[in-house]
């Protein structure tokens, strides 16, 4: 599956006092239009209190990139409330509570263990064990 997130923001100072949440009203029904007829198996809408998320999902990329880069979809992003600094798209899913704050790793499924190389017998000093132990002669 190969994703398509865009997130608008509420701008500071909304053209026309348009919100975010406005936009997706007056370009929804277009935009998903436009990626289900380029090939979009799915689409969902996420509104937050600091804008909204859209977010479609294609079988391959060529067909995700293509409506990327489809007129529609470039016209609606130049619509949105702040486009200099109002808009995100990127290729993965997105969308979050909001919160700036990393996620804390996943533990390993594995315990995180991985087989060691065997040592190199080169770095072995021969000679037999220096305080009479019983440690063999590595030769």
Same mark, same amino acid.
Request: no cysteine.
């Given at each position: 599956?190969?994703?398509?997130?865009?997130?608008?923001?509420? *701008?500071?100072?909304?053209?026309? *006092?348009?919100?975010?949440? #406005? %936009?997706?009203?007056?370009?929804?029904?277009? @935009?998903?239009?436009?990626?289900?007829? #380029?090939?979009? &198996?799915? %689409?969902?809408?996420?509104?937050?209190? %600091?804008?909204?998320?859209?977010?479609?999902?294609?079988?391959?990329?060529?067909?995700?990139?293509?409506?990327?880069?489809?007129?529609?979809?470039?016209?609606?992003?130049?619509? &949105?409330?702040?486009?200099?600094? #109002? &808009?995100?798209v990127y290729p993965h899913r997105g969308g979050g509570t #909001? @919160?700036?704050? /990393?996620?804390?790793?996943? /533990?390993?499924?594995?315990?995180?263990?991985?087989?060691?190389?065997?040592? $190199?017998?080169?770095?072995?000093?021969? *000679?037999? $064990? /220096?305080?009479? *132990?019983?440690?063999?002669t590595v030769v």
């Amino acid at each position: 599956m190969h994703w398509l997130t865009v997130e608008v923001f509420d *701008g500071d100072r909304p053209v026309a *006092g348009l919100t975010a949440a #406005g %936009w997706a009203r007056a370009w929804q029904d277009r @935009i998903v239009e436009a990626a289900v007829t #380029g090939g979009a &198996v799915f %689409w969902d809408e996420h509104e937050h209190s %600091w804008g909204v998320v859209l977010e479609f999902t294609f079988a391959e990329e060529t067909l995700r990139d293509a409506f990327r880069e489809s007129p529609l979809l470039r016209a609606a992003l130049d619509a &949105v409330p702040d486009p200099v600094s #109002g &808009v995100l798209v990127y290729p993965h899913r997105g969308g979050g509570t #909001g @919160i700036r704050q /990393p996620r804390r790793p996943r /533990p390993f499924v594995q315990g995180g263990a991985a087989q060691l190389t065997p040592p $190199d017998e080169e770095r072995f000093l021969s *000679g037999g $064990d /220096p305080f009479g *132990g019983p440690f063999a002669t590595v030769v």
